[in-house]
């Protein structure tokens, strides 16, 4: 539907149709066809005034992308920033390819002299958990609005740990260059663990497993009872084939966390390809059931099995682990 037609149905359901809440929805359609035009905001402004409780009432419990969308601009009109943030990353994390950061209200200095540098960065995080795909030339300039808030509000309010947030899309979007600089910004605030693993993850998407080992190695400096790292520099080992560092690295993360599943589980894999035992196989066939994530656990199983002398008996059961049963 045009913009037009959207708005001249809003304005009758506003009036004549006696349904504001109707209206809101045909307004951010007209929205969504040029989220720049400052006259579907002006209408929706106009129905905050107007019919605030049924409006608000429609957009309370938002499920629809409308609702998402007609949400983040009320709450920029009741002074809410970091909400409003929130709910527009949610419009663009389900929908990148439209500009929705070029609406007015977004580049308004009422929302980026207020919302928080922690409001956005959560928004920014909100954008990455769609799963959809940032990282393509239509996404980046839709983003554009976006990129220079978070470069705006990190400026004046510069807090570490939520820099090293926002730089996570940066990497998503495939700005590696930006995503390391900003992580950079956030050292000269304050070194945080955060920062290198966001780093470590941004050198990931570079395809420089040096760099990202050196980025966790530091990490695990901040923290050196962090098994999780531990696991992470291990996992790094053994792609390069060096299983007896890989089990080290396991040894050392257990000393922190020996109850912990999948770090037991990892260990065992390590060992048996450094020369271990079976029992150290039969550990790992125990314990993958439990494991929390199903491609970690396959990958486990998938090395593990490249040993030699295995049993036949083994191998169907690693294989039947792997299909899930």
């Not at 947030?165 to 304050?190: H, P, W």
């Not at 290198?196 to 941004?202: C, D, L, P």
């Not at 395809?207 to 992470?232: K, V």
């Not at 966390?257 to 260990?267: P, Y």
Request: aromatic share 6%; charged share 20%; net charge negative.
């Amino acid at each position: 539907m045009s913009r037009s037609a959207s708005l001249a149905i809003a304005r009758v359901m506003a009036h004549c149709g006696g349904s504001p809440a109707e209206a809101v929805a045909y307004v951010v359609g007209a929205v969504r066809n040029d989220p720049a035009d400052p006259e579907p905001y002006a209408m929706l402004a106009e129905l905050h005034r107007q019919s605030g409780a049924e409006v608000a009432a429609a957009v309370a419990e938002p499920s629809s992308l409308w609702q998402f969308l007609a949400g983040s601009y009320l709450c920029f009109l009741d002074g809410d920033m970091d909400q409003a943030a929130r709910r527009l990353g949610s419009v663009i994390g389900y929908r990148p390819d439209i500009a929705w950061g070029s609406a007015p209200w977004f580049s308004d200095e009422r929302f980026l002299g207020a919302v928080t540098v922690t409001g956005l960065a959560d928004a920014s995080v909100i954008i990455t958990d769609y799963g959809t795909d940032l990282d393509n030339d239509l996404v980046r300039e839709c983003l554009l609005p976006w990129l220079r808030a978070i470069d705006v509000v990190c400026g004046r309010d510069p807090v570490a740990e939520q820099m090293a947030r926002m730089a996570i899309l940066l990497r998503f979007c495939g700005q590696a260059d930006q995503s390391l600089a900003l992580c950079a910004r956030a050292d000269a605030v304050r070194r945080t663990i955060l920062a290198e693993v966001v780093r470590a993850g941004t050198w990931s998407f570079l395809g420089d497993r040096q760099q990202q080992a050196a980025a966790l190695r530091r990490a695990l400096q901040l923290d050196p009872t962090n098994w999780s790292l531990h696991l992470d520099l291990a996992d790094l080992a053994a792609e390069d084939g060096d299983f007896g560092m890989a089990a080290e690295l396991v040894r050392q993360g257990l000393g922190h966390e020996s109850e912990d599943v999948t770090l037991r589980a990892a260990g065992a894999a390590y060992r048996l390809l450094d020369g271990g035992a079976l029992t150290d196989l039969d550990l790992l066939l125990e314990l993958a059931p439990a494991l929390p994530h199903v491609g970690y656990r396959n990958g486990l199983i998938e090395h593990a099995l490249t040993a030699e002398n295995l049993r036949a008996d083994r191998i169907s059961k690693g294989r039947q682990l792997q299909a899930g049963n």
